[in-house]
């Protein structure tokens, strides 16, 4: 039996991000990461480190999608709001993990004040996930996983839990052509009618000498996928084929 089609969505939290401050690169690592591992993501949202407007997205994300993963707002200083805004959004309150607080004890050798203790309060019902190398633990409330916004933590994270949400992977083909978009738009329609479980998309390229569009085709039927490349392939001039991976 197939296993469904899993789903996620994708919060960004930070003020940083929304007035260029810094550069998002946490959406589109994960986005490659979950398509890598059959995971449809449907949607990436940008917020500020509002407690309310976490909470709500955070509500509509987790009711909407299998699971959510936000970036940012985890850290000691005013502006790290993550945990109260999740917590605000499902109705629970913050408490404190046993298992962080040892771990800042540890990390800090007891000197603990009340900045450090604010990285130890989660949303009540949270699971706490330590890692082997006694890096700063991470927390899944509910099927939100809430990661760090420094791209290196968020990523080493991330592959702690990727095998666990692993299903039916997508199967991909690019064909790049040296022939204009609108010179293949009539054969392409007809490809994309013929065949229902294939997703394709069309980029055009600008300023590549070696190729001017490169058509995408995803599935997760890789016989479906050899088929419909194979009607592209034949419905194309053969010297406009620069190449196929």
Same mark, same amino acid.
Request: proline share 4%; hydrophobic share 40%.
């Given at each position: 039996?197939?296993?469904?089609?899993?789903?996620?969505?994708?919060?960004?939290?930070?003020?940083?991000?929304?007035?260029?401050?810094?550069?998002?690169?946490?959406?589109?690592?994960?986005?490659?990461?979950?398509?890598?591992?059959?995971?449809?993501?449907?949607?990436?949202?940008?917020?500020?480190?509002?407690?309310?407007?976490?909470?709500?997205?955070?509500?509509?994300?987790?009711?909407?999608?299998?699971?959510?993963?936000?970036?940012?707002?985890?850290?000691?200083?005013?502006?790290?709001?993550?945990?109260?805004?999740? *917590?605000?959004?499902?109705?629970?309150?913050?408490? !404190?993990?046993? %298992?962080? #607080?040892?771990?800042?004890?540890? &990390?800090?050798?007891?000197?603990?004040?009340?900045?450090?203790?604010?990285?130890?309060?989660?949303?009540?019902?949270?699971?706490?996930?330590?890692?082997?190398?006694?890096?700063?633990?991470?927390?899944?409330?509910?099927?939100?996983?809430?990661?760090?916004?420094?791209?290196?933590?968020?990523?080493?994270?991330?592959?702690?839990?990727?095998?666990?949400?692993?299903?039916?992977?997508?199967?991909?083909?690019?064909?790049?052509?040296?022939?204009?978009?609108?010179?293949?738009?009539?054969?392409?329609?007809?490809?994309?009618?013929?065949?229902?479980?294939?997703?394709?998309?069309?980029?055009?390229? *600008?300023?590549?000498?070696?190729?001017?569009?490169? !058509?995408?085709? %995803?599935? #997760?039927?890789?016989?479906?996928? &050899?088929?419909?490349?194979?009607?592209?392939?034949?419905?194309?001039?053969?010297?406009?084929?620069?190449?196929?991976?």
């Amino acid at each position: 039996m197939e296993r469904e089609t899993r789903t996620a969505g994708i919060i960004i939290i930070g003020n940083e991000i929304l007035s260029g401050k810094v550069k998002d690169v946490n959406s589109h690592y994960l986005a490659t990461e979950l398509r890598s591992l059959g995971v449809e993501l449907k949607k990436i949202s940008v917020i500020p480190d509002d407690p309310d407007a976490i909470g709500r997205e955070a509500r509509v994300f987790s009711d909407s999608y299998n699971y959510v993963f936000t970036t940012g707002g985890v850290g000691p200083t005013h502006d790290d709001v993550t945990m109260e805004g999740i *917590a605000r959004g499902f109705g629970v309150g913050l408490v !404190i993990s046993p %298992e962080i #607080r040892g771990f800042l004890t540890r &990390r800090y050798r007891g000197d603990i004040n009340e900045a450090v203790l604010k990285m130890a309060r989660v949303p009540d019902g949270s699971q706490v996930i330590c890692l082997k190398d006694d890096s700063f633990p991470f927390v899944r409330f509910r099927n939100i996983f809430i990661f760090p916004g420094i791209p290196q933590h968020l990523r080493e994270r991330f592959q702690v839990i990727k095998e666990q949400i692993r299903t039916r992977p997508f199967y991909l083909q690019k064909v790049f052509l040296r022939i204009r978009e609108s010179d293949i738009t009539g054969a392409l329609n007809r490809v994309v009618s013929n065949n229902k479980g294939v997703v394709f998309g069309s980029y055009p390229v *600008a300023g590549d000498s070696e190729y001017l569009v490169m !058509i995408t085709a %995803e599935s #997760r039927s890789e016989a479906l996928l &050899r088929q419909a490349v194979d009607e592209l392939i034949d419905s194309i001039p053969e010297d406009a084929i620069v190449r196929i991976e």
